[in-house]
């Protein structure tokens, strides 16, 4: 799978947005946790009536994120973020660079993924030592897929003492009907050598847009679960997100506080779900029995829209006319496809779709 884009996430220590530290981290993260949009152009991010980070997004052709810079205005902070990307084969490697008040860039974080040539496998994250001038290995994840769905993500940090990698954290992902229903969350335990129970995050539905999450975090002292973070989710057309809200639990006053708030502006570039007014949607995700893809602003000269199974077995070829046509997907088996729309010889558009009936 392409890597789409970064973005400055927050601490993931189970893939979703808790206290904010800042670094570049894959599109993998906004795509599984709260299914972003894969071709977004800027992000803002705030707290209350303050902007936390304002992220501005330059993409090539192929949709991969070439610049991006951020800033944190005052008062919360005057600190500065950039980052360039380039892809050599089935790795894309980004380099983030900070300033403070105004001074010089200097190197930060090294961001790397590697894929076997249609999914991300891992995941490395390197800190930049000043002292010694290279970077060092902090953490990374791994990821294991089945049918094209991530199943289980495995996270590892770097012992300095012991130069070794450790378990840190897993996340085991359950779907149904294609649709990701709970990720299970687990700690490793240095003493007793297992992983323990540490929550979960359920996903909730309105039809097939996904509309809110909710975190659950288990007291490893006493074994008791409780709530802890609830997301509310704005979806577009395609079933991706124009925007969520972080909302945190006060067990104090049993009511929920509003702690972040993220917007996501849609660029035009690359292969893609497009939205709106761009140059193509297709709908719905997951299909059951018929897909409909939408063409808008071009004109049709010997289209064709294939659909291949994830070995590169061709299962459906349609030529089409209509800037609006819908195929029969009744026949085909569960699982996922890469849906490829040509015209006049020319790739438009390509992506991954899930049929479940």
């Known amino acids: 799978m392409k890597l789409k884009h970064l973005l400055f996430a927050a601490s993931l220590s189970i893939g979703l947005c808790a206290e904010a530290q800042i670094h570049p981290a894959s599109v993998w ?40 810079t951020s800033s944190t205005p005052p008062p919360l902070s005057a600190s500065q973020f950039k980052c360039t990307g380039s892809k050599t084969g089935n790795v894309y ?36 030592d000043t002292v010694s001038s290279t970077w060092k290995s902090n953490s990374k994840q791994t990821l294991t897929y089945s049918s094209g769905l991530i199943t289980t993500m495995i996270g590892y940090s770097w012992s300095s003492s012991t130069s070794a990698w450790v378990n840190l954290s897993k996340n085991d992902v359950t779907y149904i009907s294609g649709k990701k229903d709970r990720i299970n969350n687990f700690n490793w335990d240095n003493v ?42 704005t979806s577009d057309a395609n079933n991706k997100t124009a925007s969520f809200q972080q909302l945190k639990w006060k067990e104090s006053a049993s009511i929920w506080e509003n702690s972040l708030n993220i917007s996501f502006t849609s660029g035009t570039t690359g292969n893609n779900e497009l939205t709106g007014n761009e140059m193509i949607s297709v709908y719905p995700i997951p299909a059951s029995d018929a897909l409909t893809i939408q063409i808008n602003n071009a004109t049709l000269n010997n289209a064709v829209v294939k659909l291949y199974s994830l070995d590169g077995k061709e299962v459906l070829h349609t030529n089409i006319s209509e800037n ?29 779709l899930m049929v479940a009936h």
């Not at 071709?39 to 902007?51: D, Q």
């Not at 097939?208 to 997301?231: A, C, H, P, V």
Request: hydrophobic share 30%.
């Open 29 to 68: 993260s906004m795509t599984q946790f709260y299914n972003a949009p894969a071709n977004h152009t800027k992000e803002v991010w705030s707290i209350g009536v303050y902007t936390y980070y304002s992220i501005d997004i330059t993409r090539d052709g192929n949709n991969y994120i070439t610049n991006m």
């Open 192 to 233: 007793a050598l297992t992983w323990k129970d540490n929550g979960y995050i359920q996903y909730y539905y309105t039809g097939n847009k996904m509309d809110s999450m909710q975190e659950w975090s288990k007291d490893q002292s006493t074994g008791i679960t409780s709530l802890k973070y609830r997301f509310i989710i």
């Open 93 to 128: 490697t980004a380099t983030s660079q900070k300033n403070q008040n105004g001074g010089a860039f200097s190197n930060w974080r090294r961001d790397t993924w590697q894929s076997d040539g249609t999914n991300d496998t891992l995941i490395m994250w390197e800190d930049y």
């Open 324 to 352: 609006q046509s819908t195929l029969n997907t009744s026949g085909l088996s569960n699982g996922m496809y890469v849906l490829c729309v040509e015209n006049n010889g020319l790739k438009l558009h390509q992506q991954k």
